[in-house]
Structure formats: structure tokens, C-alpha cells
């Protein structure tokens, strides 16, 4: 394989942001048949690598090759056309359109007088969503579908295309497992069909399964290129951020007895989207929701903090049922959400780091109690530390930040509002390995210092490693609550998901 | 939509019951003849809003229509030339202010908003009088009707109008341009990194939207039978009116082209009611139509917020 | 509802004789004035009055007409809002069998038989009257007359009439001089804001020439705010002697000021009931308007009635 | 404050060409006890603008517009007429016609946020209809008044300044205050820049938009009384006809998009300040009528063309190497 020529290969690449030096002289190559890992901390220039690849963003310095000659794209549709395709980090679909359509927009099945055949879009397209396992109605608005369902249409549409190079950035940050083993199967089919993929992920797991050859990059600086094989996970953690990690283990404390109930959901339900379910989580408590992709997990979310309304039963805060019907409402209670959709629901893209820090914090107080500017730089100082947020200027539009630093600002917003209970919808999304265990760490910090957390992800272990008790949840029905003891595996969890197993 | 549609239905028996003579045919049909350039104007502002813009020149590029057309009449040239070049004149104009846009990455609103100075300015300086239409072609097409059955009639421009919308209807839904123009409404820098040609769209809709105003212009020189740097004056607000009245949201990537057909129906019929009240003061007039517009918005609004 | 869709036939034969009236629009006291006398003056006669406010559009003008021949009125008057284009409608009007009365403006129609009669001012005619006072007032002088003039709506059809009537009888005359001409959209507050920017970019003016009285209220508070003396130091004539303009004239703060008269009402009804009889009328009505100096002014201010 | 350069270049450059055509344009001098001078002028007439556009900054920095403005100044400045020609004192008829004002942006405020129609067709509604308010108020009629203390509010003078001057520079330091100093500001651009985001934070973006409107609408009110003070008139036709395209205008040309969030008082008052220039300009170096609307276009797009950083970078470094800061930034621009 190493023998083959590369079809793609980028040198000496520089890019300048005002401010970052995004790349610094950084090489690359792709061979055809190959999956190769990009990898990197968040910031470390991964999506920028892509983007200028792609032609978003003009090189500042530097060549790129493919098949040999040079290129230069002018945009995504200049790439495209020269066979790269391309999963960029955000899912950046279409949502006011169909599924279908945002599969094929650009380059519908058109016939002899350039009219669409809209039949055969969607016939073909939910064909494409089958290889990927997805069983949806393609006709529905993309904006009906969980941000994980975007995500695989995304992928959906990038794999349709007769490509040469396809390049997945953090393509599986929504997914579950078995999402991830569906994309996994197509994957290797478009490799053995010497097709070049370029795949970032910041899940260890995923990357020694899939990749064949890793570069891994810190600081906009290359620091190699290597055989998956040969590297162990030690030591390219090691290289990703310069320093060895400690071992992860488990979180919690050792079976705690949890008697002060904080919330109690009573029959809560909203129709169509969650069947009326009941769950008590006590101060100190973490716990974890479990299921699959549409199972429900981020509707009891929204439900308990009054994002959506309930149509059926009620809350209980301390005891007495409250009436949460807007987030504000929840917050005056002290609950806080952090949700999975950050470029939807949680980041105001032309504000500053600092400002999108504070703001929850700042709309609890009021507009009329500002929050002290040496107050505000406190906190941010403190969480850009503490999170290890880059780049750690506060005055930085959000917008300019890398995926992954986004995530910690957001994480941050409801962390400093030391809420007793703290609802985290996937809050590790796309956050390193190195950061991800600091959140954890603080997360098990707070629980033990009172604070109740309701935690979401679609990553097991994490949830296992965090939880005291795990609630799971199958076609939007809460269908057990397991004590999260040393008998509760991951593939216990995964078998009362699917279905089959009991609680033990 | 669909609540829209009823809810110009209820507003046309409501006017039925009301006024005698009212709810016949050729009311509806008048709708359409006396609103037949405000509604090809407002396909193409459907084109801009869907992507998220604005073209606040579109008034005045009608009425630069007019006075271009009268004048260029008046000096003899033959009107099958005249129109070509009104319509090309348009596409220009669109085409320039959508290059600025996109290119420049100005706001619409001002680039528009000095479109619309533009256009009103070079009226003025063809002149300030009105300038009659007397050349036969002209003429004939506007006084032609087409009889229809029992007794109903259209004029030409309507059939234009109709055709401008349905092929309107065709490329919003059937063409890939039409496609990319909602995609990049509903997220510019999606359907950029989706590798949609969105350089190329936003300038092509404000074309289309220059396109359609100077048809308009002609269609109004057919109706008015003139020429004038006044003509029109504040017609953008009442296409925008009636694509928004129609569902399309201001912010792009939502709404149908039947909707704006709806809206420019439903300000045809406001303005046929205060006709039809007949004795209303000036400004009772101005209350009573922000207040039956206010009306079928919150109805318009309530009822849908209700189906869903 | 429901009525009848035959659209040819003439107007309702019963005695009370419905009009339909089409008003441009409310954009000014003046206009305001005028329909309060249509309105007026069609009570008094048991006229019944259809009436519609065009909001300074063509286009739904000719669409109150049409639907006044939908509704079968038995005569039409309207005050067209551009002289040109309406040989269509009233093409229709004239198929309908209802005949049509023109007032305040002209239309340019080629075909006089559209309509009955004209009924109104003359704006060249005035802008004429402006300037023959100001030759008048100047005929011993040798000295350089520097004037500025405050235009109507740019485009309007009384700014066009007033300004070329009055540039017309100046013109014979090379020490008239118009040294700046503004448009004050016919408004006080922008009469002001105009005549307070000449003040500072034209010295020397001697003489203020304003479309209407509005804008010459407007200007004589620019030019007492520069320290100047209305009527005095700057002499200023204006157009349609609304009562603040008369007062301002009997103040002697205005110099002269021809008569524009929105009283069109009575004279409108007499030609309506002649017309819908099948009487003959003349093709042109010129309303009764007179021009006032101050001394006038001061006569007749207290029997003004708006 | 470097976005800020632009504008004030341009206001520069309108002002030079006044005094290149216009001896003394510069000069100041006091009269009868107050200042005179055409910069003074400016200022004067253009406070008005500059207030409607202050109000307009906060709506449109909530992703709204308001095409009611000059319906509002027309009517704040009918009722106020009307309660003095009635021998009202002229703090009742202000306090009335503010009162008034106060409620139709709250009423603007209310359809907006709490119904969900959108802004333009809103307040539309109030646009037309309120002009027939202003004009049902004043009987269509111009009302004149003649109260010196009414006069004091637009035409007036107070320690030698134009009040109409110090009444906008009070708003204008409120205003700042409240949006600045207080957390106002922050909240107005969160719910401008992502509002499912600022519900989700726990904003009361309702509240916040209402408020908006009602700010707005009190701006316009305030505007309404000095442009009828200043002609000790009503004229409910013609009182802040098109003022909202002007007010949309300056807060654009300030650096606000009219997509909501971020927005800055101080481009505003460029802005509202550049266009009042311009018309004063178009007055005294004689651009006749009926080539006024080309010299606006021609400003406006110069003006805009300057501003846009992907303008400047293509024409003034034609290769964008030398500047790839500039480069970079617009790129992102265009395509965020
Ligand atoms: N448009 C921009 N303007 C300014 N700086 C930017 C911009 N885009 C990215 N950066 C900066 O460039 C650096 C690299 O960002 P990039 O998005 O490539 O990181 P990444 O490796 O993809 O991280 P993640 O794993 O979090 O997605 C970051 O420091 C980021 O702040
Ligand atoms: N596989 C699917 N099939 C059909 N609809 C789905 C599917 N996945 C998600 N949806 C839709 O998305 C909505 C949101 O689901 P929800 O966000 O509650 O799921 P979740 O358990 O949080 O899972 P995830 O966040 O992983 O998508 C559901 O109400 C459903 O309409
Ligand atoms: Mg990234
Ligand atoms: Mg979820």
C-alpha cells in the first residue's frame, strides 16, 4: 500500500487567521484505498487543513497536488467537481429542506428537458439512507430529524458521490455505536474501491478500528505521519498533546445512597415525542440516559427543562410541583441545559468568548445587574484555564473558534452558573481526549460537591464512567433504571438498549 | 398556504354579503387585471427574499420602465424594440446590483436602496412630466380584452402575469437553480460548503428580480398608458407586503410562489373592499386597510399556529 | 350579494344622482380642504358621493374608476394624480355611458371627448401671476434680482406648471436671476430646512419664490432664525393662500400670494347635475381665483374659510 | 473602533466638499445669544434622524425592522399640536403624546414577539394605518400652535446649543448606559444573533424585543415633537414621511447588519449624520432636483463600497498579499 502513489498531497501549508497561526508549514498525503486519520487536539488546525484543501479558505503558503498536478479550488463546488468530497465538521445541511433533497441538491437526477425528477430523488436517496441503515421519511423537512439523523444524511450525501478522495471531519461526534458500524462497513466498501479517505475523530476506539495510517498535527504544526498500526494510544496521545494522560477509570464514588430527591419527573410526557415516563434524581446524583439514535434521551432533556411543553404530568422540585414552562422558569429553579445542537441552540456566533461565557449567567442576574468586568474576567480566565479553551483570548468571536474549543465555551456557560441540576446533552461532542477527561473530572467534581447532573452521551463508556445510576431508553419510552454497580458493563447497557437483556 | 387561500375566500364571500355586486366573477378577475404588474413584480422579489435578500429598487425600476419606454416611444422607435431593450436594461440593473452584493458582501438593503435612487433619479432626468403612450401597438394591448365566458373578460397583461408566475412556479420547483435558491436561503454558508453554485444564484436572483420589474414597468406602461418618474412610488412595499402576506419568511429558504400570488390577491381585494365601502374618509381609509390587513395576518397567523 | 355582471348600460335612473369621486390623496391641507368641499357641497346639493382616496397612485385611481363603473354611478369626477395614461379607463367610462368630470389637473388626452369637462386651476397660469407681481414690484429697479424658489414634489404637476409659468414671465427679463431652486416636497419643515441651507450657501437673496404657502411658512421661520426680516429684507411670494399663508401676508411677512382654491365643491356639483341632465357645458372651467397683496390680506382674512 | 474609520472618512469627505463649495461652511458664530452656522444646522436637523435611528439600532439589532417611525413622528407630533392648540399645557400634551407613542411600540412589540408575525408585515400594519391616525388627529389639516415652550423642544435654544442637540445627546447617553454599562446591549445582541440560543440561556427574548419596539417607538415620539416644534406645525401628511428608510439607512451605513446582533450606537449616529450631510450638501451646492437621487446613489454606494472590506481589498492591493490580514477576514466574511 505504501508503495502506491498518493492522489493527493498538500506541502508546506500555511494559514493565517488575524490573530492564530492556524497551519505552519504543514505536509500531508493521501494515498488512493487508504483511511487516514487527521488528528489533532481541538484548535490544533484539523478543519483548517480541510477547509483549505477544499478552497473555503485561501493558502497563505504552501501546494497542493492531486493526481499529481496543482490545484488551487476556488470553493467546495470546484473540489467537489475535481472529486473530493467532502463531510465538513458542522453539519452544514439544509434543514428547511427535504432529506431527500439535501442529498441531492446541486445534482439531482434530471431528465432530457433539465426538469428534477423528484421520484427518483427519492426513491434513490432512500436507497442511499439504507446502506447507512437509516429507515426515515425522505420526504420529511431535514429540521424534523435529530442532529445525529443530520449527520448521517450529511455523510449520506458525501458518500453518493463518484469520488476519488472523501474527507469525514468528526462524521461520528452524533453517533452511537451501531450508527458508527454501519458507516464503518461503507467506509471500508469505498476504500476496497481505492477510494482515499481522510477521517477525523476525536474517539480513539473508532480510529484504531478504521484508520490505516494516522498525521497527527499540534498547534497548526505537523508532528508526524504514522501506521495506525505501529503507534500505540499511549504514546499518540503523548504526541497530540505533548504529554502523557492519565488512566481513566471510573468516576463516581463507590455505590452512594442517594436520599434528597431534587427533581422528580411524575408521568411527564409530551405527545409524539416521549411517552410518559417517571424518573427522581436526587442532589449529588449523576445520571446517565441511555438509548439509541431517536430514542428520546434529548427530548426528557428539554422536557425537564422547560424547553418544550409537557403535555402530561408534572415536576417536582423539592418536593413541589412546579410549573416549568420556559427555560427561564427552569433556571430560576437552578436547573441548567447544555444541549447537543451547539450550532443551533447554543453558540451566538458574533459574540465574543467572554460574552457567550457569561451569557446565561448574566441573563439569571437580570440586564439590569451587569455582571462586574473583573467578575466576568475571573470566570473566564478561570474556565479558559481549567477547560484549556484556545485560543485563550476572550475577546475572539466564538465564530472563529474550532469546533471542539466552542464546545468547552458552551459547557463553560453552564458551569459557572453552579446550578443543582445540571442536564449535559452530549457536552463532550467533539472535545478531545485530553480535555475530555478534565470535564469529566469537573463534572464528578460538582456531583460531589451537591449537584445533581443528568447526563446524555452517546459514548457508553463515558456514561458508565460517570453515572450512578443509568435510566435507559427504547422508542421514547423510559424503559429501565439500572444501578451503575460493577455487574453494569457496557454490554450488559447495550443489551437492555437493544432490547434483549434484562437488568441484572 | 392553505389557510391563506381559505382565508381569501372567506374575505371574498365576507365582501359578497356585504356589498351588493361584489361577489361576482369579475371582481376576482379585475384583482388580477388592475394588479397584473404588481404581481410579476413580486414573483421575482420571491426569488430575493427566498434567498434571504431584499430589493428595495424594484418600484422604481418599474417605473424607469415606464419613462424609458414612453420617451423611446415618443422618439419612434418601433415597440417590439422598445420592450427588448426595457427588459434588458432590467437585467441589468439587477445583474449590477446583485455582482455589488455578492462580490462586495454589501447589505441588499443598501445596495437596493441605492438601486432604487438610481432608477428614480434617471427618471427625472428623461424628465419630470408624464409622458403620454400613444403608439398603436401599446394601445391596442392595452384596451384588448379577452373575452372569457359569460360576460367575464381579461386583459392581455393578466395572461402575461399568469405566465410569469407559472413559469416561475416551474423553476422555483423543477430547476436546479430554483433548488439552490432555497438552499441558499435557508443557510447561505451550507449550501456554500455544500458545493452549491451560491455566487452564481444570488446574483441570478437579483436578476430574475431586475427582470421582472422592468416587465412589470412594461405591463404598468400598457395599463397607465404613460410614462412617469412617479409611477409606483412605494410599490416596493407592497410587493414585499405581498410575499411575506404569502408565507415567505424575510429571512429566506421558506414559502411558495403560489403564496405570493395569494398575497398580491388578497391587497387587490383590501383596496376592491375600500373601493366597494366607497365613502370613506382619506384616512379611514389608510385605518381601515392596516386594519383588515392586521386582521387576516392574525387570523392567518392563529389559524396556522393552530394546525400545527 | 350578488348583483347583475352586465356591464354596459347606463347609470341608475332613479332621481338622487350618485357620484363617484376620485381623490388623489391627503397629502396636504390644501388637498384636505378640497375634499371637505367636495364632500360639503355634495350634502348640500343631495347628491350622493361615492368617494376615494387614491393614495397619490395612479394605478388605484383607475382602479376607483373602474369600480365606480362597476357600481353603475351615474357621473364620475376625479383629480387625476399624472396628467397622462388614462385614455383606457375612461375609454371604459365612456363605453359604460357615464360621463366624467375632470377637476383640479388636467389629463393630456388627445381624445376630448373622454370626458365632459375640466374643472380647476391653472398652475401655469399661477406661476404666470407669481411672476407678473414680482415684474410688476421690480420694474424701476436696475439692480440684479437674486431669487430662490422652493419647488413642489419633484416630478409634481403643480411644481412643473408653477415653475415654468413663473420662469416663463422672468425669463424676459435677464435681471431676474434664479440663483438656487430646492425641491421643499410642498412641507414647512423642509421649506425650512432648504431655505436655512440657501441662507448659508447664497448671499444676497432678494426674493423667495415657493410653490406653495407651507413652504414659504417653513422658509420665513429659517430666515427670522438667520436674523433677517420676512417680506422686508427677503421678499416672498407664494402659491394658494391657505389661511396661516393669509395671516402670515396680512403679518407682512408674505409679499404676495396667488390663489390656489381646493374650493372646487359647489361649482364641481352644478356641472355634475348639467351633465348627468345631458345639458352642454363648457370644456373648461377655470375656477374663480384671484391673487392677494398684503392689503387684501387683511380684508379678507377673517371671512377665510380654511 | 476601527470599523468606525470608514464612516467618519466619509462624513469627512461630504463635509470637505461643502467647504470646497461653500465659503465659510465651517465658521460658527453666535447669534442672538445662540450658535449659527451650517455645521450647527446640520446638527439640528439632523437630530430627529439621529433619534428615530437610535431606536431603530435596538430593533434591528433584535433581527426586527419598524416601518412605523414615521407614522409615529407624525402622530406624536399631531396629538401634541392638538392638546395645545386646545389650550393643554405643553407638558400634558408631551406627556400624552409620548403616552401614546409608548403604547404603539408596545403594541409593534406585542404582534412581533408575541404573536410571531414578522417584523416587516407588522409593523407595516401600523405604518399605514397610523399615517391615517395622524391625519384623522390633525382633521387633515396642518395645526399650528404658537407656545414658546413647545417651540423650545426642535427649535429652540438652551445655554447657546440647539435643545433638540441636547435632548439627543441625552437619549444618546442613556441609551449607551442602559445597553453599555448595563447588560442591556449583550441581551439585545444575543436575542439579534441567535434567539433559540438566548431562550435556551434563559432570556426573556420577549420582553427584550417588546422593549425594543417601545424604545423605538419613544424615539420617534421624541422625533415627532421636534420636527413639529421646529415648525411650530402639524402636519400629520407629510411629518416623517420616509423617515424609516432614512433611519434604516444610517444604521446600516453605522456598521449594524440588518440581520440582527451585534449593533453599534456610535455608527448610528455616523450614519444618521452622513446622511443629513448629504441632503444639506445636495441644498447648498446646488444639485438640482431632479439629479438629487443620482448624487444619493452615488454617495450611498461610495460610501458602502468603502466600507466593505472586500471592496478595499480588491481595488486598493491588487494582489492581497501584501495584506493577507484583510484578505482572510473578508473571506470569512462572505462566507459566514
Ligand atoms: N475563521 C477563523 N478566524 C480566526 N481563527 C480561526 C478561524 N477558523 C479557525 N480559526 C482558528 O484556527 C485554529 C485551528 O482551528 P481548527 O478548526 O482547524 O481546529 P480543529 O483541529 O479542527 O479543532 P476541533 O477538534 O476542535 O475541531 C483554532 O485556533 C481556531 O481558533
Ligand atoms: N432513527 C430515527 N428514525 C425516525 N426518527 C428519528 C430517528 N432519530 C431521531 N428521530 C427524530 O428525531 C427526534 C429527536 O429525537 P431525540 O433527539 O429525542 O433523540 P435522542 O434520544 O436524543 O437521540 P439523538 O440525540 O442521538 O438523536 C425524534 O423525535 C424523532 O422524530
Ligand atoms: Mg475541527
Ligand atoms: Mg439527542
Excluded at chain 1, 129 to 154: K, N, W
Excluded at chain 1, 442 to 471: C, D, K, N, T
Excluded at chain 3, 128 to 135: R, T
Excluded at chain 4, 72 to 99: M, P, W
Amino acid at each position: 500500500m505504501t508503495a502506491s502513489t498518493p492522489v493527493l498531497t498538500m506541502t508546506g501549508i500555511s494559514k493565517q487567521f488575524p490573530g492564530v497561526k492556524a497551519l505552519d508549514g504543514v505536509d500531508f498525503r493521501l494515498l488512493p484505498g487508504e483511511v487516514h486519520a487527521l488528528m489533532g487536539e481541538n484548535g490544533a488546525g484539523k478543519s483548517t487543513l480541510i477547509k483549505v484543501l477544499t478552497g473555503v479558505h485561501d493558502i497563505d503558503e504552501g501546494r497542493i497536488e492531486l493526481d499529481g498536478a496543482r490545484v488551487a479550488f476556488t470553493g467546495p463546488l470546484a473540489a467537489q467537481q475535481a472529486g473530493i468530497s467532502t463531510v465538513y465538521q458542522e453539519v452544514n445541511l439544509c434543514t428547511n429542506l427535504s432529506v431527500a433533497e439535501n442529498i441531492f441538491i446541486g445534482r439531482e437526477p434530471r431528465d432530457r428537458w433539465g426538469r428534477i425528477r423528484w421520484k427518483e430523488v427519492r426513491r434513490r436517496a432512500a436507497g442511499i439512507l439504507a446502506r447507512l441503515d437509516l429507515d426515515i421519511d425522505v420526504t420529511a423537512s431535514l429540521s424534523a430529524y435529530s442532529l445525529a439523523v443530520q449527520q448521517l444524511v450529511a455523510i449520506a450525501r458525501a458518500i453518493d458521490v463518484q469520488a476519488k478522495v472523501l474527507i469525514l471531519d468528526e462524521p461520528t461526534s452524533s453517533l452511537d455505536a451501531g450508527e458508527v458500524q454501519q458507516l464503518f462497513r461503507v467506509m471500508r466498501r469505498l476504500k476496497d474501491d481505492g477510494i482515499a479517505i481522510l477521517f477525523v475523530s476525536h474517539f480513539l476506539d473508532q480510529i484504531y478500528e478504521i484508520s490505516d495510517r494516522m498525521t497527527i498535527l499540534r498547534n497548526g504544526r505537523l508532528v508526524g505521519e504514522y501506521l495506525t498500526k505501529e503507534l500505540p494510544q499511549v504514546e499518540l496521545v503523548a504526541k497530540m498533546i505533548g504529554q502523557e494522560l492519565a488512566e481513566l477509570e471510573r468516576l463516581h464514588g463507590t455505590a452512594k445512597v442517594f436520599d434528597r430527591p431534587l427533581v422528580e419527573a411524575r408521568e411527564l410526557g409530551r405527545a409524539g415525542a416521549i411517552e410518559p415516563f417517571t424518573l427522581t434524581i436526587h442532589e449529588g446524583e449523576v445520571v446517565g440516559l441511555a438509548g439509541l439514535l431517536g430514542s428520546g434521551r434529548t427530548e426528557i432533556a428539554r422536557l425537564l427543562f422547560g424547553a418544550d411543553h409537557a403535555s402530561t404530568g408534572e415536576i417536582a422540585i423539592g418536593g413541589t410541583p412546579q410549573p416549568l414552562r420556559t427555560p427561564r422558569a427552569a433556571m430560576s429553579h437552578k436547573i441548567a441545559f447544555c444541549s447537543e445542537n451547539r450550532r443551533s441552540e447554543g453558540l451566538i456566533p458574533d459574540l465574543t468568548v467572554r460574552e457567550n461565557l457569561v451569557l446565561a449567567l448574566q441573563a439569571a442576574r437580570g440586564w439590569t445587574r451587569p455582571l462586574p468586568r473583573s467578575r466576568q474576567d475571573e470566570l473566564v480566565s478561570r474556565y479558559v484555564a481549567a477547560l484549556n479553551i484556545r485560543p485563550a483570548d476572550p475577546d475572539q468571536l466564538i465564530r472563529n473558534l474550532s469546533g471542539g474549543n466552542q464546545q468547552k465555551v458552551l459547557l463553560a456557560r453552564w458551569l459557572i452558573l453552579e446550578p443543582r441540576l445540571l442536564i449535559l446533552d452530549e457536552p463532550t461532542r467533539g472535545i478531545d481526549v485530553g480535555a475530555k477527561a478534565e470535564i469529566q473530572r469537573l463534572v464528578a467534581e460538582l456531583s460531589g460537591g451537591g449537584m445533581a447532573v443528568l447526563f446524555i452521551s452517546a459514548e457508553l463508556e463515558e456514561v458508565l464512567r460517570l453515572s450512578h445510576r443509568v435510566a435507559v431508553l427504547r422508542d421514547r419510552r423510559l424503559v429501565a433504571e439500572l444501578d451503575n454497580d460493577d455487574r453494569l458493563t457496557t454490554e450488559s447497557l447495550m443489551e437492555t438498549i437493544a432490547g434483549g437483556g434484562h437488568p441484572a | 398556504m392553505l389557510v391563506t387561500a381559505g382565508l381569501f375566500a372567506a374575505m371574498f364571500v365576507a365582501g359578497g354579503v356585504r356589498y351588493e355586486g361584489f361577489a361576482t366573477g369579475q371582481i376576482v378577475l379585475n384583482v388580477f387585471i388592475d394588479n397584473g404588474f404588481l404581481l410579476v413584480v413580486a414573483v421575482g422579489l420571491t426569488f430575493v427574499i427566498l434567498t434571504g435578500g431584499i430589493d428595495l429598487s424594484v418600484g422604481a425600476v418599474v417605473a424607469l420602465s415606464t419613462m424609458v419606454s414612453a420617451s423611446l416611444l415618443q422618439a419612434g422607435w418601433p415597440w417590439w424594440a422598445v420592450i427588448a431593450l426595457v427588459l434588458a436594461m432590467g437585467v441589468v440593473l439587477g445583474g449590477g446590483m446583485g455582482a455589488i452584493i455578492h462580490f462586495f458582501g454589501i447589505q441588499p438593503f443598501i445596495v437596493t436602496l441605492a438601486g432604487m435612487f438610481l432608477a428614480r433619479g434617471l427618471c427625472y432626468t428623461i424628465g419630470t412630466d408624464s409622458i403620454p403612450i400613444t403608439d398603436p401597438a401599446f394601445t391596442a394591448f392595452a384596451q384588448t380584452r379577452i373575452d372569457l365566458f359569460a360576460d367575464l373578460w381579461i386583459s392581455p397583461s393578466v395572461l402575461i402575469a399568469v405566465a410569469v408566475v407559472l413559469v416561475a412556479a416551474y423553476v422555483l420547483h423543477y430547476t436546479r437553480f430554483g433548488r439552490a435558491v432555497y438552499a441558499t436561503g435557508g443557510s447561505e454558508q451550507s449550501a456554500l460548503l455544500m458545493g452549491l453554485p451560491v455566487a452564481r444564484t444570488k446574483i441570478t436572483v437579483y436578476t430574475v428580480s431586475g427582470l421582472c420589474s422592468a416587465l412589470g414597468g412594461v405591463l404598468l406602461a400598457f395599463y397607465m398608458l404613460s410614462g412617469y418618474g412617479l409611477h409606483a412610488v412605494g410599490m416596493e412595499l407592497d410587493a414585499i407586503a405581498a410575499v411575506v402576506i404569502g408565507g415567505t419568511l424575510l429571512t429566506g429558504g421558506s414559502g411558495y410562489l403560489l403564496g405570493t400570488v395569494l398575497g398580491v390577491l388578497v391587497l387587490g381585494l383590501i383596496q376592491t373592499v375600500i373601493s366597494f365601502e366607497g365613502t370613506l374618509s382619506s384616512w379611514w381609509t389608510k385605518i381601515f386597510i392596516g386594519a383588515l390587513l392586521l386582521v387576516f395576518i392574525l387570523l392567518q397567523r392563529l389559524m396556522s399556529r393552530r394546525g400545527a | 350579494g350578488g348583483g347583475g355582471t352586465t356591464s354596459a348600460g347606463t347609470g341608475g335612473g332613479g332621481d338622487a344622482i350618485t357620484m363617484g369621486f376620485s381623490q388623489v390623496g391627503a397629502e396636504s391641507g390644501w388637498r384636505t380642504a378640497n375634499t371637505k368641499s367636495v364632500q360639503d357641497s355634495a350634502k348640500n346639493a343631495g347628491i350622493t358621493l361615492k368617494f376615494s382616496d387614491a393614495q397619490q397612485k395612479q394605478e388605484n385611481q383607475i382602479k376607483a374608476i373602474r369600480s365606480f363603473i362597476q357600481q353603475k354611478v351615474d357621473v364620475i369626477a376625479f383629480s387625476p394624480v399624472v396628467e397622462s395614461g388614462w385614455d383606457t379607463v375612461l375609454m371604459e367610462a365612456k363605453n359604460a355611458k357615464i360621463p366624467v368630470i375632470l377637476t383640479d389637473r388636467a389629463v393630456d388626452s388627445k381624445d376630448t371627448s373622454l370626458y365632459k369637462t375640466f374643472l380647476g386651476s391653472d398652475f401655469v397660469e399661477e406661476g404666470k401671476k407669481a411672476g407678473q407681481w414680482l415684474v410688476q414690484e421690480y420694474k424701476d429697479s436696475k439692480d440684479p434680482v437674486n431669487i430662490v424658489e422652493l419647488q413642489g414634489t419633484t416630478g409634481s404637476a403643480p411644481a412643473n406648471d408653477r415653475k415654468a409659468g413663473f420662469a416663463e414671465v422672468i425669463g424676459a427679463d435677464p435681471k431676474f436671476k434664479i440663483v438656487a431652486s430646492q425641491t421643499g416636497d410642498f412641507t414647512r419643515a423642509k421649506g425650512k430646512e432648504v431655505m436655512e441651507a440657501f441662507l448659508k450657501s447664497t448671499p444676497d437673496i432678494d426674493v423667495l419664490y415657493a410653490h406653495n404657502d407651507d413652504m414659504g411658512l417653513g422658509a420665513i421661520e429659517a430666515i427670522e432664525g438667520a436674523g433677517k426680516v420676512p417680506g422686508k429684507d427677503i421678499k416672498i411670494i407664494t402659491v394658494d393662500a391657505v389661511k396661516d399663508g393669509m395671516q402670515a401676508l396680512a403679518d407682512g411677512k408674505i409679499n404676495f400670494i396667488v390663489e390656489c382654491s381646493p374650493l372646487l365643491g359647489p361649482q364641481l356639483m352644478d356641472l355634475a347635475k348639467k351633465v348627468v341632465k345631458g345639458e352642454q357645458v363648457p370644456a373648461r372651467v377655470v375656477t374663480e381665483e384671484t391673487t392677494f397683496t398684503q392689503e387684501q390680506a387683511k380684508q379678507v382674512l377673517s371671512s377665510r374659510q380654511y | 473602533m476601527r470599523r468606525l474609520l470608514w464612516p467618519l472618512l466619509a462624513l469627512a469627505a461630504l463635509l470637505l466638499l461643502n467647504v470646497a463649495f461653500t465659503d465659510g461652511f465651517l465658521s460658527i458664530q453666535i447669534k442672538d445669544g445662540h450658535l449659527y452656522g451650517s455645521l450647527i444646522d446640520i446638527l439640528r436637523f439632523g437630530a430627529p434622524l439621529i433619534l428615530v435611528s437610535l431606536g431603530m439600532t435596538l430593533v434591528i439589532a433584535t433581527g426586527g425592522i419598524d416601518l412605523s417611525v414615521g407614522s409615529v413622528v407624525a402622530i406624536s407630533g399631531a396629538l401634541a399640536c392638538l392638546q395645545i392648540s386646545e389650550d393643554a399645557s405643553v407638558f400634558t400634551a408631551v406627556a400624552l403624546a409620548l403616552g401614546l407613542c409608548l403604547a404603539l411600540g408596545a403594541w409593534n412589540g406585542f404582534l412581533v414577539a408575541g404573536i410571531g408575525i414578522q417584523p416587516i408585515i407588522a409593523t407595516l400594519i401600523l405604518m399605514v394605518a397610523g399615517r391615517g391616525l395622524a391625519q384623522l388627529i390633525t382633521d387633515g389639516q396642518i395645526i399650528t400652535v404658537n407656545s414658546p415652550a413647545y417651540k423650545l423642544i426642535g427649535g429652540g435654544y438652551w445655554l447657546t446649543l440647539p435643545f433638540g442637540i441636547l435632548v439627543v445627546a441625552a437619549i444618546w447617553a442613556v441609551t449607551a448606559f442602559l445597553t453599555r454599562r448595563l447588560a442591556l446591549g449583550l441581551v439585545i445582541e444575543a436575542v439579534g444573533g441567535n434567539p433559540v440560543a438566548s431562550r435556551l440561556a434563559g432570556i426573556d427574548a420577549r420582553r427584550v424585543t417588546v422593549m425594543a419596539y417601545t424604545a423605538c417607538a419613544l424615539c420617534a415620539g421624541i422625533a415627532g415633537l421636534m420636527i413639529s416644534s421646529n415648525v411650530s406645525s402639524a402636519d400629520g401628511n407629510n411629518a416623517g414621511l420616509w423617515i424609516e428608510l432614512d433611519a434604516i439607512l444610517a444604521v446600516v451605513i453605522g456598521g449594524t447588519s440588518l440581520t440582527g446582533g451585534r449593533f453599534s450606537l456610535t455608527g448610528t449616529v455616523l450614519g444618521a449624520l452622513i446622511i443629513q450631510t448629504l441632503t444639506t450638501t445636495i441644498y447648498s451646492i446646488g444639485v438640482p432636483p431632479e439629479t438629487t437621487l443620482l448624487f444619493k446613489a452615488l454617495v450611498v454606494t461610495t460610501v458602502c463600497l468603502l466600507q466593505s472590506p472586500a471592496f478595499r481589498a480588491k481595488v486598493f492591493h491588487r494582489r492581497p498579499r501584501p495584506a493577507p490580514k484583510a484578505a482572510a477576514e473578508e473571506k470569512v466574511k462572505v462566507t459566514a
